[in-house]
């Protein structure tokens, strides 16, 4: 049954940056995250009243950062859309980072970023030759493997997923459900953590090819 909701106030945050952000994370009352384009990532820890932004780099590229997850209140794992593809672990609140995945292919586009746990995770991007990139981590972000294209149902012709806000897919203990758009609209779901899938048709409107 659907539920109605209300918000009785708005509070705007100045964050003093002029960044588009692409991802929002809320890891409870106090902690916020968020990262965009042009390099910059930034919290707050006290509710919104003051906020630490910063710029993350790799090869002095303007990367788009469109990944973003808090695995545990002390580890920050975010990553770029485009190519070349990164992502990026912090272990200290965003003061060092360091290199967990690179991938240099004119095809590759990272679209969403989510943990079930503090250990598992997973990174969904768009189809490369056909096949959805699925990449998953079970040492909380530190190393990530590939899965086989033989265990994704192939994308259809024009078939993508949505990358703006890192919402293309959803995780809850090892059911994992993505949604792609396009040419074509389906569902793929896992039931086992992301090592198998299965896809439908979604009944909603299809567009036009993403460019």
């Avoid at 995780?171 to 896992?190: D, P, Y």
Wanted: charged share 20%.
């Amino acid at each position: 049954m659907a539920q109605d909701f209300s918000v009785e106030s708005y509070r705007v945050f100045d964050t003093g940056t002029e960044t588009s952000i692409r991802a929002l994370e809320v890891l409870n009352d106090s902690v916020v995250w968020f990262s965009g384009t042009g390099n910059i990532f930034g919290f707050t820890n006290d509710g919104g009243n003051s906020w630490v932004v910063d710029t993350l780099r790799a090869d002095s590229m303007n990367l788009d950062l469109r990944l973003l997850a808090l695995p545990d209140e002390h580890t920050v794992i975010t990553g770029n859309a485009g190519t070349p593809a990164y992502i990026f672990k912090s272990d200290d609140y965003g003061v060092t980072w360091k290199t967990v995945y690179e991938r240099d292919d004119p095809e590759i586009f990272l679209d969403c970023l989510r943990f079930s746990d503090s250990r598992n995770g997973i990174v969904l991007g768009d189809p490369v030759l056909d096949c959805f990139q699925i990449l998953l981590t079970y040492d909380g972000g530190d190393t990530w493997k590939e899965a086989a294209c033989a265990t994704v149902p192939p994308a259809l012709g024009g078939e993508a997923c949505f990358a703006s806000s890192n919402s293309s897919c959803v995780v809850k203990g090892k059911l994992i459900w993505f949604g792609t758009g396009s040419l074509h609209s389906r569902v793929f779901a896992s039931a086992d953590g992301g090592l198998r899938w299965k896809a439908v048709d979604a009944p909603v409107m299809e567009g036009q090819e993403l460019t």
